[in-house]
């Protein structure tokens, strides 16, 4: 029997409203796991409209950091992006898992977005103002460490992070800080709402809530402190308590703690005689899997469906990020296909190579995949996590592309570190995220196996991260040429890799048994291929007549 149970709470047209409440929804948990069974909507999720205005906002407001950045290419301007970067992504993690989990797309809802919006506008003009250096000369570690190649290049202005900072150079701190706070705190608040107006979802959604509070008991010493070295302390403080997700550890914590009192009762029996050691059950847990929870706990779930569709939308708004970059106008002499022409045509094939990577492991005529996010826990954890990095390096290598293209001068040495490192990142990434990826076939019926394809991966981040260490006489013409050369390089093996290898057998379309990825929760998560019939067209949207556990749910009632 499947783990898969259909309900219809929050489902079909809604009526006409009328009065103004009615332009207000309840509040409700759209997907859960409870009793060993994942409880999911019927009808396929479209993106509200609303989701799709977040992104592209977000998308242009963030740009502000990555382009301050750039204005000062240096160790501490990247420390600075860094630091700065994640806090946003924060916001709009949030905003995209509420949307997910518990969106209402109504006033409320489209109101939180709006308010989302204008705090994300403040933190990142402020953020982008915080001073780089200011009297002290003292040196700051994570600088430091940011800078150790870049300062082997020349590159000055990795001084002035320590020591005190002066009264009017900490109002962006404050007010960045203030700004990303609020934000956080009306998260905090909705998920308490919803832990009180929600009984059936009180425990779980009490511990979202505590997830969000933490990490900002780091950040809010940001408002007073003067030390800079403090404020870099509170900021990776906060990144790393935000990257924990309290919520998590404590249901795994939990979930152990009952795992081993099963395995001291199933010893006790055994030793008693009360139990045959050979019908014994498998107590052991493989990392990938999640632990077994009291059945009678409600766990919201994300729509796998909907957050793979958010986050491959997202990625290729960024993508247009670093397309919008290398957009110029014409001017005497440039006209036709001038070198303007010919450094922007390079650096669209460099997007063009990204954009394919990223959407290789989706495209089933080449690669069956199981999907990271069905695949396990960890994976979908990481696959979500990895999204970060790849999107903050294409957006400052999308900073750095517009001078690329528009400097007829030698590029500055930061630039250069921040076009390379940027695009060494995204490959390096787009790589790692490939690889968490299930495969369906065996490893060694590609032509070039995945291990072996990723290690060329790697092998051309890293040629792309450091060419400027080889490139410092090279123009902007041509560090996008090597730019080109890098990523399609790295674009063909994976795509020639992927085929079949000759001389292969491949089963046929009406020989194969579909793979259907259902959850395994009787382990407490991950995922089990579950084999069916070549006529079964199931997918996870989708359950056939022959599935009696396709049954309708409230979820609000026990």
Not at 292 to 317: C, M, Q, W, Y
Request: charged share 20%; glycine share 8%; hydrophobic share 50%.
């Amino acid at each position: 029997m499947s783990n898969i149970v259909l309900h219809s709470e929050g489902t079909g047209a809604k009526a006409r409203a009328t009065r103004f409440r009615d332009l207000i929804n309840p509040p409700v948990i759209r997907q859960w796991i409870s009793g060993g069974k994942l409880y999911r909507e019927q009808e396929e999720r479209s993106s509200p409209r609303i989701e799709l205005f977040l992104d592209l906002l977000y998308v242009g407001v963030v740009h502000q950091l990555a382009e301050a950045a750039v204005e000062a290419p240096t160790a501490a301007g990247i420390a600075r992006f860094v630091l700065t970067f994640w806090p946003s992504w924060s916001v709009w993690e949030e905003a995209r898992r509420y949307s997910n989990v518990s969106g209402t797309d109504d006033l409320v809802h489209r109101l939180w977005v709006l308010l989302g919006m204008l705090c994300i506008l403040g933190y990142t003009a402020n953020a982008s103002a915080i001073p780089l250096s200011h009297e002290s000369d003292a040196a700051s570690a994570v600088a430091e460490a940011v800078g150790l190649v870049m300062r082997a290049e020349g590159v000055q202005g990795t001084e002035g992070i320590g020591g005190v900072v002066p009264e009017d150079l900490r109002a962006p701190v404050r007010a960045a800080a203030a700004f990303f706070l609020i934000i956080k705190a009306t998260r905090a608040i909705v998920l308490f709402l919803y832990a009180y107006w929600l009984p059936k979802f009180r425990i779980s959604q009490f511990l979202s809530g505590v997830a969000v509070v933490i990490p900002m008991l780091a950040y809010l010493p940001l408002i007073w402190v003067r030390s800079r070295r403090a404020q870099v302390g509170c900021a990776i403080a906060g990144i790393l308590l935000d990257l924990m997700r309290v919520d998590m550890i404590l249901y795994n914590v939990y979930g152990r703690y009952m795992m081993v009192k099963r395995r001291r009762e199933v010893r006790r029996q055994i030793e008693a005689g009360e139990l045959d050691p050979a019908d014994a059950p498998d107590m052991s847990l493989s990392i990938l899997r999640m632990v077994k929870l009291p059945d009678n706990l409600r766990i919201a779930a994300i729509n796998i469906e909907h957050s793979i569709d958010r986050s491959g939308a997202f990625t290729v708004l960024v993508l247009g990020e670093l397309v919008a970059n290398l957009l110029y106008i014409a001017a005497p002499g440039e006209f036709g296909a001038g070198n303007k022409f010919g450094k922007a045509s390079l650096g669209f094939m460099v997007a063009w190579a990204l954009n394919y990577l990223y959407t290789l492991p989706s495209d089933t005529h080449i690669i069956r995949y199981t999907h990271a996010l069905r695949r396990s826990w960890l994976t979908g954890i990481l696959f979500n996590f990895f999204h970060w990095p790849l999107c903050a390096s294409i957006v400052l290598a999308a900073a750095a592309s517009n001078k690329m293209v528009n400097s007829y001068d030698i590029i500055e040495p930061g630039v250069k570190w921040f076009w390379a490192g940027g695009l060494g990142c995204a490959v390096l990434f787009l790589g790692l995220i490939d690889l968490l990826h299930g495969e369906q076939d065996k490893w060694n019926l590609a032509r070039i196996p995945r291990i072996l394809r990723f290690a060329f991966a790697c092998v051309g981040a890293i040629l792309l991260a450091t060419f400027p260490l080889y490139a410092k006489s090279m123009d902007s013409i041509e560090m996008l040429g090597l730019a080109v050369g890098l990523t399609w390089a790295v674009l063909a093996v994976y795509v020639y890799g992927a085929l079949p290898r000759w001389g292969a057998t491949l089963p046929s379309d009406d020989e194969a048994e579909p793979v259907v990825i259902v959850t395994d929760l009787e382990t407490g998560g991950g995922y089990e291929e579950h084999p069916h019939g070549p006529d079964d067209d199931y997918n996870s949207e989708h359950m056939h007549d022959d599935h009696p556990v396709s049954v309708h749910a409230d979820p609000l009632k026990p």
